[in-house]
């Protein structure tokens, strides 16, 4: 067994699994792999870093997007998907998305999910931002992600066998993954972790396999306001990074327009607002009750969602605001229990009534259409390396992703990956690889931050890579980022210590990678598109920048950045990628 060249310093692993395939994540993306995986006859273990539940997943509000109402097409969807991205979009990936997603939602009900449906017994589709058609399925009004996580654990328990030996899915909760592992030719053989708490296997361990699926979800907290969980850090993609894989499109962080405005000082998750409100009639308005969204995009509130966090911040700056208005008021009472339960109950906690009064809402982080790069396949530029979900970059969402494709993208490629991997199975591409002794990851990337740096990073990011962005900005935040990446490297070769591993150094580094190449990528990009908005280059520049932003780690812990004008790899086996020729930055 060797490792990586990069690494997070670690314990060496005290204990070892073997199994098929290891899905780290347990969000829609890692349990449809996962349940495909232990349907073609896989011994199959999910690693997630909390319980199976805790993910971004079940805090999706609005629902899943899928041509699935009468007179509505695959065809259509793509097209308002296209529009969402735009210029950036994988064609491809995106016909892939919306011929094979009303199937697979299928497949979701069947699993157990059970969706909102009229007195009739049809779904019932409501209309969210950039879509010309009522096409998202909900469920429980506004509890769509709940109650998708409700039923893929459901299955997921009731295909966890009694007896450790026999094939399935083992789970193991409450679990951080550290680092690759690869065999001497370069390909996975697994991945170290760390468990936290009590339980059958405990500290930093290892699970050996020749296929490893990240479903690591988004990386929302290197922002200081998000909608995303505390378990959002961007480990995925981090390690993917450690372990010589490309991403992305990073700079695309999407910034929902309407998030739960909870004071200038708020930090961590906020509540989310969904579009789904806006897509049953609720309004936009400033202080003044003037709808400003109308005659700026003809589908105004239902804009795509980079215009309309635009609008609404263009608004505050005009206005001297710290946040606008969604008046949906003339809901009533009962609409609001009924359709938006959960949302009624976040803004009454925090003492606003939207039956009466219009709730204040602001942008905040909330996804990336970036990730780690695959091709249609799921598969990663490092050989028996996939990613699925908000970690991966398919090609599907571009510049910005169109509300409600993103469960309905972790349920199609996560099949795709699970598919493939059977397939490699069967014909011997992926084939079990377990090592003994364990090895010692011995070069690790760089020093542990200590866990105060997480704020530092989050401010630095909001300040300087946020909604608004210039070179000004960005060259600043890039100048923390590296003065805190200096300082701990400095302490570590002057006084021969890092700080301590554990899960809050952990993350932090990996905040501290993740916001580097956000910040790299972003700075590249001179030209405004979809949801990266720079301030000193306001217009979208089709000629010079209708390209991805792709970026490696190199050994030596620096950047190396290039531009492509195509985002997929077409090989026809899971074997090493053409080199590229990168730009250092």
């Not at 070892?16 to 349907?39: F, H, K, M, Q």
């Not at 157990?112 to 009522?134: K, Q």
């Not at 296929?211 to 988004?218: D, F, K, P, S």
């Not at 598109?529 to 792709?550: F, L, P, Q, S, Y």
Request: charged letters at 25%; a negative charge.
């Amino acid at each position: 067994m060797t490792s990586t060249g990069i690494r997070l310093h670690a314990p060496a692993p005290g204990w070892a699994i073997a199994a098929d395939v290891v899905v780290v994540g347990s969000g829609v993306a890692g349990l449809t792999t996962a349940l495909r995986c232990e349907a073609a006859g896989l011994r199959t273990v999910v690693v997630t870093k909390a319980r199976l539940d805790d993910g971004s997943t079940r805090w999706a509000q609005g629902g899943i997007a899928a041509a699935l109402g009468e007179g509505d097409t695959p065809e259509q969807h793509l097209d308002d998907t296209l529009v969402a991205g735009a210029g950036l979009c994988d064609e491809e990936a995106v016909r892939t998305l919306v011929t094979e997603g009303p199937d697979a939602v299928r497949r979701l009900i069947a699993t157990g999910a059970r969706f909102d449906e009229s007195a009739e017994g049809d779904l019932e589709l409501t209309r969210e931002g950039g879509h010309h058609r009522r096409r998202i399925a909900h469920a429980g009004g506004d509890a769509t992600g709940a109650e998708i996580s409700r039923a893929l654990v459901e299955a997921v328990d009731d295909a966890t066998p009694s007896d450790t030996r026999a094939r399935g899915i083992r789970t193991i909760e409450n679990a951080l993954v550290l680092d690759l592992l690869t065999d001497a030719d370069g390909r996975t053989a697994g991945v170290t972790l760390h468990v936290m708490g009590e339980g059958q296997h405990d500290g930093v361990g290892a699970v050996h396999a020749p296929a490893v699926v990240l479903a690591t979800g988004g990386m929302g907290q290197v922002f200081s306001a998000t909608t995303n969980p505390s378990v959002s850090t961007g480990d995925g993609v981090a390690l993917a990074l450690r372990a010589g894989a490309e991403v992305s499109d990073l700079e695309f962080v999407q910034f929902h327009p309407t998030v739960l405005f909870l004071g200038p000082d708020a930090e961590g998750q906020q509540p989310l607002v969904s579009e789904a409100v806006r897509g049953e009639g609720a309004h936009l308005v400033d202080a003044d009750g003037v709808r400003f969204m109308v005659g700026q995009h003809e589908l105004a509130e239902l804009a795509p969602r980079d215009i309309v966090a635009k609008g609404i911040t263009r608004r505050m700056q005009e206005r001297g605001a710290e946040h606008m208005y969604l008046d949906a008021r003339h809901f009533g009472a009962d609409m609001w229990e009924r359709r938006f339960p959960t949302i009624l109950a976040a803004c009454r906690a925090h003492g606003i009534d939207p039956v009466t009064e219009p709730v204040p809402v602001a942008p905040a982080a909330h996804y990336a259409s970036g990730g780690v790069r695959t091709d249609a396949r799921g598969r990663t530029t490092v050989p028996g390396l996939y990613a699925c979900g908000e970690v991966a970059c398919t090609g599907v969402h571009g510049a910005n992703r169109l509300a409600s494709n993103s469960l309905l993208e972790g349920l199609v490629y996560a099949e795709r990956i699970a598919a493939d991997i059977a397939a490699g199975h069967a014909d011997g591409t992926l084939h079990a690889r377990v090592p003994a002794p364990l090895q010692h990851p011995d070069h690790p990337a760089h020093p542990l931050l200590p866990p105060e740096a997480r704020l530092t990073i989050q401010r630095t990011m909001t300040e300087g890579a946020g909604v608004l962005r210039s070179a000004g900005s960005l060259t600043r935040a890039a100048d923390q980022l590296h003065h805190l990446h200096d300082e701990a490297r400095e302490a570590l070769h002057e006084n021969g210590k890092t700080s301590e591993p554990g899960v809050d150094t952990w993350e932090a580094t990996n905040l501290l990678c993740v916001a580097r190449v956000l910040v790299a990528a972003a700075a590249r990009r001179e030209e405004t598109r979809g949801c990266h908005w720079r301030e000193d280059h306001a217009d979208r520049d089709d000629r010079a920048w209708r390209r991805h932003i792709v970026v490696r780690l190199n050994p030596d812990r620096s950047l190396a950045v290039h531009t492509t004008d195509t985002p997929e790899f077409p090989p026809t086996t899971h074997g090493p990628q053409p080199a590229h020729r990168p730009q250092e930055q």
